[in-house]
Nanobody, 121 residues
């Protein structure tokens, strides 16, 4: 499985960005977005399975971020609205073969290269 993330950039607070993650190779069970700010641990942002309708979010992004997928394009998106300076981080997409540890980096087997999101105040 190979993952290619894109869509990061510089945006003012209150603005929006859409991240994309194109997956190739064997389809995994679940896709997730994580982020890592300087000096901080990588943290879960959102996840979605390739089948079904369930989505999962960390509390601080609920109502602002939306994860979605396009199965035909093997692509997962993260629409980020009402961005805040504290959302500034490198965002990573990841693919999981397992069904457990949805909110932990340990639950994911493959990682994209990361895309930087900077939100200015």
């Amino acid at each position: 499985v190979q993952l290619q993330a894109s869509g990061g950039g510089l945006v003012q607070a209150g603005g929006s960005l859409r991240l994309s993650c194109a997956a190739s190779g064997r389809r995994s069970y679940r896709m997730g977005w994580f982020r890592q700010a300087p000096g901080r641990e990588r943290e879960f942002v959102a996840a979605v399975r390739w089948s079904g309708t369930s989505t999962y979010y960390r509390d601080s992004v609920k109502g602002r971020f939306t994860i979605s997928r396009d199965n035909a394009k093997n692509t997962v998106y993260l629409q980020m609205n009402s961005l805040k300076p504290e959302d500034t981080a490198v965002y990573y997409c990841a693919a999981a073969e397992a069904t457990y540890a949805l909110g932990s980096p340990l639950g994911y087997d493959y990682w994209g290269q990361g895309t930087l999101v900077t939100v200015s105040s």
